[in-house]
């Protein structure tokens, strides 16, 4: 045995070596399938962190989850290439500015204006052909990512195709023809570039669609009343034989555009009463007329449009708000369906959860504000289990619906019985108040001597009290924000945005009234130095009393109503950015095609004055272009053309406008102005004043004190008890215990009508529902029921009842 032992060979016999070399087969299979695992692993975790980040953003989790796109979806919303895009519109936009016609000159008026510096041909259209590229990338990226399926459905890429097919064609032309062809369409399609770049834009564009067949009908009433009213006019303003008596038929009435003008121009009270002052002075009854279709048109029909917008428009700010956050709870439940998917989560679990250690390599990669993130860690060591549920997992991401609280650092503690009390007397809430009683004293003081040297030629104005007061009010400024440090501690005063204010303006009106002392000395009666250094004393001095006058917003905050205004203000400004890129881009739009219809229109009569009103034994009509001197008012460049639209908007002598330029080039031109109207300032105002209201209200409400929810819900159901009786001409029951029983079954009823009432609402969600339903990375893979309150939180009454299925990856 041992020599047949020495004699066996040295490797093994081949029913062994198959046998090894299978488990080395199965070792190596058993490799991959762990390099797989591991493999899918990464990929959930990074699909985790994309739906986590689209949740943050309100973004749609409707694009591509495969590995490569995720990397490409990351770099492409990165801060980078968001602001790489942004200042790419910016510039593109930006480039009207110094194109020809250039707006680079002092004034744009047409007397007085010097030939403007227009860029070499080549130069404006580089940077345009660099921009091209920009969006050329841009429009791929977000196609590659949505899928080709959704690309073809999605209107606003083939819009955003089309717009750059049509501005590279219009660019190679400019540039064949040298720069100097007068129509670029190009210009005109800019802002489509900063309108496709806006999800609220888009959405706001959408509900101002809805909005226009209602307000369709009532501009269509408003053309009836004014062709009426033109008829009516032009019968009872028809010229005659006496000359003297056609005054009103010469000025206003001499033909149906002119007697539409007319019309139209009172209906905003432009020429309100000028254009009835010469019927009216024949005969007063005339004015019955103008009162009527004053009174029918502007105050019911234009306050009827702006009643119809307010109401189409009530609720949208509230439905972006649920509707984003309805879209940050299904971007976050997908990222739990795929964290429960990871292979290290137990199988023998009934319910879908989550270990908590995948979550924090989740959090650890994604981009999020850091006080949230902190906030999720800290909940996160609050559980004792190493898994976490749907519920749960919805809870910790919660913290991205609240707002920061910020924590003021604490006051100095005095040992001091002496600092204590001046602790207590400085920080007293009183104290600001005998600020704001003083800052008012300086503001009166101030207006009273200024009042009192209006009338003063320079020569004879004493600067002596002016000076002395602002010296006194700034030496009490500067005491009151020591004796604020010295009561809340600097780190603490700081913290109130109130104070910063305060401070820094007490700090630099310190700085300008040493400056003066240092150069003018100090005040003394007859205080009326020469003009010395920078600034002359008296522009100093009316520098100090303007940061003075700025430094009293002070006391908005103490003033509830009042900071409630403000803060109302302040949201509007971040609400109405959709709205105010929408007017951007209509302002864009007809400044260009102003410039290509009028420039070079108006042309000066010549070296009028404002005090020579006469050209060539030619006295100027009152009221026209010519006599108010309109001349800056043009479009001659891209900023005039802003300016002059700006002016047309606010109706105030609009009138003459219309007639100024349908003199210098054709009469069409009212119909470029009247569309201009239509669409600044009687849509655009009226969506401002209705954004205005609903956020207005919004605040009242959260600021006044109702009643609970309970009481308000019992308080309905009565009442819609007793007006279901009355509807139904029911006699309510004058037995106690038969009004017992009937009122339980009424209760029963409006439950149940309380119930279809908040199954209707499901339907105002179902669009965004749908599109998780048919993600397009998740038509493979199998169903898992999804709670909706999950998705949508806690206080969503319409939504906790309902079940949804979503297809979501495994």
Request: with cysteine; charged share 20%.
């Amino acid at each position: 045995m041992e020599a047949g032992a020495e004699a066996e060979p040295l490797l093994p016999p081949r029913r062994w070596r198959a046998g090894r070399g299978l488990w080395r087969e199965r070792g190596r299979a058993r490799s991959a399938a762990e390099d797989g695992a591991g493999a899918d692993n990464d990929l959930y975790i990074n699909q985790a962190i994309v739906f986590i980040e689209d949740a943050i953003q309100y973004r749609s989790i409707n694009h591509r989850v495969d590995s490569k796109s995720l990397w490409l979806y990351r770099w492409y919303y990165s801060r980078t290439c968001q602001w790489i895009l942004s200042f790419t519109i910016t510039v593109i936009l930006a480039l009207a500015f110094v194109e020809e016609p250039s707006s680079l000159t002092v004034t744009s008026d047409v007397r007085y204006r010097l030939p403007a510096w227009n860029p070499p041909c080549g130069l404006t259209e580089s940077l345009e052909l660099l921009c091209f590229l920009v969006f050329v990338v841009d429009v791929s990226v977000k196609s590659y990512l949505i899928g080709w399926k959704e690309f073809w459905k999605n209107k606003w890429l083939m819009a955003y195709i089309l717009t750059l097919i049509v501005s590279l064609a219009d660019w190679i032309v400019s540039l064949s023809f040298f720069c100097k062809e007068s129509v670029r369409i190009r210009r005109i399609l800019r802002p489509f570039f900063l309108l496709q770049n806006s999800s609220m834009m888009k959405k706001t564009l959408k509900s101002i669609n809805s909005t226009l067949p209602e307000m369709a009908s009532v501009l269509l009433l408003l053309a009836v009343h004014l062709s009426l009213f033109t008829m009516f006019a032009m019968l009872l303003f028809a010229r005659t034989k006496d000359n003297q008596q056609d005054k009103e038929w010469v000025v206003y009435f001499r033909n149906l555009p002119d007697s539409l003008t007319s019309l139209l121009v009172l209906l905003t009270t432009a020429n309100n009463p000028d254009v009835m002052m010469p019927a009216y002075s024949k005969n007063r009854a005339y004015s019955i007329f103008f009162i009527l279709f004053t009174v029918l048109g502007n105050l019911f029909l234009m306050n009827l449009l702006t009643a119809i917008i307010y109401n189409q428009f009530r609720g949208y700010l509230l439905k972006s708000v649920q509707s984003s956050l309805f879209r940050r709870r299904l971007g976050i439940r997908a990222a739990f369906e795929v964290l429960s998917s990871l292979k290290e989560t137990p199988a023998s679990a009934q319910q879908s959860c989550v270990s908590v250690g995948a979550l924090l390599q989740v959090l650890q990669k994604a981009e999020m504000d850091s006080r949230c993130k902190q906030a999720i860690m800290r909940s996160l060591k609050m559980y004792s289990c190493d898994q976490l549920s749907a519920a749960q997992f919805q809870k910790l991401f919660e913290e991205l619906d609240k707002d920061a609280i910020k924590q003021h650092p604490p006051s100095p503690e005095y040992q001091s019985h002496f600092m204590q009390k001046m602790q207590f007397a400085f920080g007293h809430p009183y104290f600001g108040y005998l600020g704001n009683v003083v800052a008012l004293a300086n503001i009166i003081s101030i207006c009273v001597v200024l009042v009192l040297d209006a009338d003063k030629q320079p020569s004879e104005r004493d600067d002596f009290f002016l000076g002395a007061i602002n010296c006194f009010f700034i030496l009490y400024y500067l005491l009151e924000m020591l004796l604020k440090i010295l009561a809340m501690g600097l780190k603490r005063y700081l913290s109130y945005p109130s104070n910063r204010f305060d401070g820094l303006l007490t700090v630099i009106l310190l700085i300008l009234e040493i400056a003066t002392f240092a150069v003018y000395g100090f005040p003394h009666p007859g205080w009326r130095p020469e003009f010395m250094g920078l600034l002359s004393l008296w522009d100093m001095v009316r520098l100090v009393n303007m940061l003075i006058v700025f430094r009293f917003l002070r006391i908005i905050p103490n003033m509830k109503f009042m900071a409630l205004v403000v803060t109302t203000l302040l949201d509007l400004v971040k609400n109405l950015r959709a709205f105010a890129g929408i007017l951007v881009v209509v302002f864009y739009a007809f400044a260009i095609t102003g410039i290509m219809l009028f420039k070079g229109a108006v042309v000066p009569l010549g070296n009028t004055s404002a005090a020579n009103t006469t050209h060539d034994n030619v006295t100027l009509q009152c009221g026209t272009y010519e006599q108010l001197e309109y001349w800056p008012n043009n479009f001659d460049d891209f900023a005039a053309a802003v300016v002059t639209l700006w002016d047309v908007m606010v109706v105030n002598n609009w009138q003459v406008f219309l007639d100024a330029f349908s003199r210098y080039s054709s009469p069409w031109a009212k119909v470029y102005f009247v569309a201009w109207w239509l669409i600044s300032s009687v849509i655009w105002v009226n969506l401002f004043v209705a954004l205005l209201l609903e956020n207005f209200i919004h605040k009242w409400d959260r600021r006044c004190q109702r009643e609970s929810l309970s009481g308000i819900e019992y308080q309905r159901t009565v009442e819609l008890m007793f007006s279901l009786w009355s509807l139904f001409q029911i006699k309510p029951p004058n037995n106690s215990l038969a009004l017992v029983s009937v009122g339980i079954i009424m209760l029963i009823f409006c439950h149940a009508l309380k119930t279809l009432i908040m199954v209707s609402e499901q339907s105002e969600f179902s669009e965004l529902v749908s599109r998780l339903q048919h993600h397009p990375e998740f038509g493979k893979l199998p169903r898992r029921p999804i709670a909706l309150h999950s998705l949508t939180g806690k206080g969503s009454s319409a939504f906790e009842r309902v079940e949804i299925h979503v297809k979501i990856e495994n």
